[in-house]
């Protein structure tokens, strides 16, 4: 069974910048959609981005223009770079994909998605 495992998160200042990965456990793992969803405390989990596999991206509202999603495709590997982090981006940050679900006209809602890592938590400090 393919696993995605994310790397990345951290605790920084308000004000800068993280890059969170997500790689899949097997190489041979082909997704036709990968994406970013993240939840807070006590709240529900939150799509942040998605990108399918003609390189459309889609990002929800609430980090829209402080995040790019990102995909290499030799390495199997995806990314999403966040900038102008605030405190309410605090969150456990989850990678997802699927191989059959296509994102090119919106990011999914979770239980589209059949593949996912276990998190990585971000905390952003005022």
């Known amino acids: 069974q393919v696993e995605l495992v994310e790397s990345g998160g951290d605790s920084v200042q308000s004000g800068g910048s993280l890059t969170l990965s997500c790689v899949a456990s097997?190489?041979?793992?082909?997704?036709?959609?990968q994406a970013w969803f993240r939840q807070a405390t006590g709240k529900e989990r939150e799509a942040v981005a998605s990108?399918?596999?003609?390189?459309?991206?889609n990002y929800a509202s609430s980090m829209k223009g402080r995040v790019t999603i990102s995909q290499d495709k030799s390495k199997n590997i995806f990314q999403l770079q966040m900038t102008s982090l605030r405190p309410e981006d605090t969150a456990i940050y989850y990678c997802?994909?699927?191989?059959?679900?296509?994102?090119?006209?919106?990011?999914?809602?979770?239980?589209?998605?059949?593949?996912w890592g276990r998190g990585t938590l971000v905390t952003i400090s005022p």
């Open positions: 997802a994909a699927d191989s059959r679900r296509s994102c090119q006209f919106g990011i999914p809602p979770p239980s589209h998605l059949a593949t």
């Open positions: 097997k190489f041979t793992f082909m997704s036709r959609c």
């Open positions: 990108i399918n596999s003609d390189g459309t991206t």
